[in-house]
T-cell receptor, first 116, second 111 residues
Framework: DGGITQSPKYLFRKEGQNVTLSCEQN?????MYWYRQDPGQGLRLIYY???????QKGDIAEGYSVSREKKESFPLTVTSAQKNPTAFYLC???????????????FGPGTRLTVL | RKEVEQDPGPFNVPEGATVAFNCTYS??????FFWYRQDCRKEPKLLMS???SGNEDGRFTAQLNRASQYISLLIRDSKLSDSATYLC????????????FGPGTRLSVLP
């Protein structure tokens, strides 16, 4: 079955530690995204990548880093510089054809990160 | 003002009721529009795209008014399983990353 997987489902981190969230997709999508969702709030974009070896900052990139070495994988590292990292993190992917409208985003099941 | 705004909710309705959600967007150049559904502690999933002519999928009807920059979602004969948060999503243009999510409106359908 095609889809997006994220791991782990739950993650606990001590203050001062870096942690990496995994995101893998087998939909053959070029574009991948990381969002953060806080309780009662909409999704906010952290980073996105339109193609392998290229990525762009979103609205709230400070304290996060990403890599895109393979089309299928887009891991997110939450660094100790992120002041309030406790949140629900969602990875998504979509086709990335320029000029194509209505290409929806597909989401992974998410990772809940809690800083202790 | 947020780029995408929705009814604050929550909406609590009895089974069988008709419920309408409203969404407004501020960027007049926006190109594509969607309604996503998000169950509690789960990922968002596409409910339906919203086309200029309006579109219907079973009990769900979506409308777009570009002049007023307004999108709506109507759910008829609501079911208990419709309980979720409904997210309005707007794509600014068809190039690059530019999906903007509204904060969502929570719906509870009561027996």
């Amino acid at each position: 079955d095609g889809g997006i997987t994220q791991s782990p489902k739950y993650l606990f981190r001590k203050e001062g530690q870096n942690v990496t969230l995994s995101c893998e997709q087998n939909l053959n999508h070029d574009a991948m995204y990381w969002y953060r969702q806080d309780p009662g709030q909409g999704l906010r974009l952290i980073y996105y990548s339109q193609i392998v070896n290229d990525f762009q900052k979103g609205d709230i990139a400070e304290g996060y880093s990403v890599s895109r070495e393979k089309k299928e994988s887009f891991p997110l590292t939450v660094t100790s510089a992120q002041k309030n990292p406790t949140a629900f993190y969602l990875c998504a992917s979509s086709i990335a054809l320029a000029g194509v409208s209505y290409n929806e985003q597909f989401f992974g099941p998410g990772t809940r990160l809690t800083v202790l | 003002r947020k780029e995408v705004e929705q009814d604050p909710g929550p909406f609590n309705v009895p089974e069988g009721a008709t419920v309408a959600f409203n969404c407004t967007y501020s960027n007049s150049a926006s190109q594509s529009f969607f309604w996503y559904r998000q169950d509690c502690r789960k990922e968002p999933k596409l409910l339906m795209s919203v086309y200029s002519s309006g579109n219907e999928d079973g009990r769900f009807t979506a409308q777009l008014n570009r002049a007023s920059q307004y999108i709506s979602l109507l759910i008829r004969d609501s079911k208990l399983s419709d309980s979720a948060t409904y997210l309005c999503v707007v794509r600014r243009n068809n190039y690059g990353q530019n999906f903007v999510f509204g904060p969502g409106t929570r719906l509870s359908v009561l027996p």
